[in-house]
């Protein structure tokens, strides 16, 4: 079998990544029709607001969010890990990007939910963007 790396440095059988593709194929549908449905909630005034700790923990619309910046970059995803529940907030990001899970040390690539531990664990990750402050699409 030929294998090749991700952006998480991880090395997986093609066979697999193809099987990975057509997952996210079929929920890209599906996101795309939920994307219609959700709307964009303002969190902070600034990152100093927000940032009392990083990453940041917080809540909208009743879903708990955290937000983490890497390189400058803001990114907002489910703060509960997929693998086991831990609080991401509670974790740290590495330094490739991707958030770290205190639990159990699964990382998550920020800017699109990959599990870069190697197992079919997907992060729930959120638009964000600073516009005359700091807004999360819910």
Known sequence: LRHA????????????????????????????????MEQWYKVAESRAELFQ?????????????????????????NDKCPHAGGKLSAGYVDALGNIVCPLHRYKFTMKNGYNCSGAGYFLKTYPIKEDDGIWVQV
């Open 5 to 36: 790396k991700n952006e998480c440095g991880y090395v997986a059988p093609n066979h697999i990544k193809q099987r990975a593709r057509n997952v996210q194929g079929a929920l890209s549908i599906q996101i795309r029709i939920f994307l219609l």
């Open 53 to 77: 700790q990083h990453p940041a923990a917080l809540q909208v619309k009743g879903k708990h969010l955290c937000i983490a910046v890497h390189n400058d970059v803001l990114f907002a995803f």
